[in-house]
């Protein structure tokens, strides 16, 4: 299983620099709530975001822990997400703290909205929660995802 997890790592590794870089593309001086562009450029963002971490969710999903998985079916998104803020002892720890399960899950919502609206009008006041909450994420995430990464790292040298 050591190379399943060093790639894993790697993996991750790439996907938190992905995710710096959406952060420093939602913090353009021009992106203003204002202008509807605009919105629909901090709403792409805001999917990007939330799609590049249940990436990462999806990858350690996949990990041949017993009881790790989540089967493919309706609520799944939901159901990933939930998993991941679980201690699962004698298995693995939890990936996400509960405050980051609570950002992560309002981007879940708002990216199940933007992705299936094919006539949306992005409303400035809850695009501007929903980017909030982002920014509140951007605080917690890297402790989360350190702490398991060095799970991950002990688990390879195991």
Same mark, same amino acid.
């Given at each position: 299983?050591?190379p399943?997890?060093?790639?894993?790592r790697?993996e991750? #590794?790439?996907?938190?620099?992905?995710?710096?870089?959406i952060?420093a593309?939602l913090?353009?001086? *021009?992106?203003e709530l204002?202008?509807e562009?605009?919105?629909?450029?901090v709403?792409?963002?805001?999917? *990007?975001?939330?799609?590049?971490?249940?990436?990462?969710?999806q990858r350690?999903?996949r990990l041949p822990i017993? +009881? *790790?998985r989540?089967?493919?079916?309706?609520?799944?998104?939901?159901?990933?997400l939930?998993?991941? @803020?679980?201690?699962?002892?004698?298995?693995?720890?939890r990936?996400i703290?509960?405050?980051?399960y609570?950002c992560?899950d309002e981007?879940r919502?708002f990216r199940h909205?933007f @992705?299936? +609206?094919y @006539?949306l009008?992005l409303d400035p006041?809850r695009?501007?929660?929903?980017? *909030?909450? #982002?920014?509140?994420?951007? +605080?917690?995430?890297?402790a989360?995802?350190e702490?398991?990464?060095?799970f991950?790292?002990?688990?390879a040298?195991?």
């Open positions: 299983m050591k399943e997890i060093q790639t894993l790697a991750i #590794a790439a996907d938190l620099d992905a995710i710096a870089e952060y593309a913090e353009h001086p *021009n992106l204002a202008d562009d605009q919105r629909i450029v709403a792409y963002h805001l999917h *990007n975001l939330y799609n590049t971490f249940e990436s990462i969710f350690i999903a017993r +009881g *790790n989540v089967d493919d079916q309706a609520g799944w998104h939901a159901d990933l939930a998993r991941m @803020r679980l201690d699962v002892e004698g298995l693995r720890p990936v703290s509960n405050a980051t609570d992560l981007l919502r909205l @992705r299936s +609206g @006539r009008h006041e695009l501007a929660v929903v980017r *909030n909450k #982002a920014r509140r994420l951007e +605080g917690l995430y890297r989360d995802l702490r398991f990464m060095a991950l790292a002990e688990l040298q195991a």
